[in-house]
């Protein structure tokens, strides 16, 4: 059998694009989550006063993991560093699971952000939401 001269060319061009195709996620997938005990070890240093290191170790995560993008926004509040903390918190805000833990942080720590950059109004509904959950938080009342 005979082939056209540019018929070999063709097929290993596809057989190429079709290796390559299924060596790379689908558009639109989700990211692989974050490694838990990469998570951990970021939560950690926010708690224990270090949350420069705590980005670093972030800083090796996918930003596009909806928690480590909470983690990375709630370091940068702990780094006094309100309007990065607001950017990052803002657009995770509603991919965190309601009434969950890191969405209560988040709502906080945006809330507090937000007034801290001087945002009053802005922070009046989240700092309400906290308020809502945290009765005995004297700062809020």
């Known amino acids: 059998m005979k082939r056209q001269p ?3 060319a063709g097929l ?3 057989a190429l694009f079709l290796a390559t195709a299924a060596a790379l996620p689908a558009l639109g997938q989700d990211p692989a989550p974050a490694a838990p005990g990469a998570l ?3 939560r950690t240093l ?3 006063g270090q949350p420069k290191e705590a980005l670093q170790r ?3 995560l996918d930003a596009k993991d909806p928690q480590v993008a909470y983690l990375q926004g709630v370091a940068l509040y702990h780094a006094d ?3 990065q903390a607001i950017g990052k918190l803002m657009p995770v805000l509603g991919q965190l699971k309601d009434g969950s833990i890191e969405r209560r942080e988040a709502v906080q720590v945006l809330g507090l952000s937000l ?3 001087g945002r009053l109004a802005e922070a009046l509904p989240y700092l309400e939401q906290t308020r ?3 009765t005995d938080n004297l700062e809020l009342a």
Request: no cysteine; net charge negative; proline share 4%.
């Open 115 to 117: 007034y801290v950059a």
């Open 12 to 14: 290993l061009a596809v």
């Open 81 to 83: 560093d309100y309007p």
């Open 132 to 134: 809502a959950w945290a």
């Open 58 to 60: 972030l800083q090796a």
């Open 40 to 42: 951990a070890e970021a």
């Open 46 to 48: 926010i708690n224990q």
């Open 6 to 8: 540019g018929a070999l």
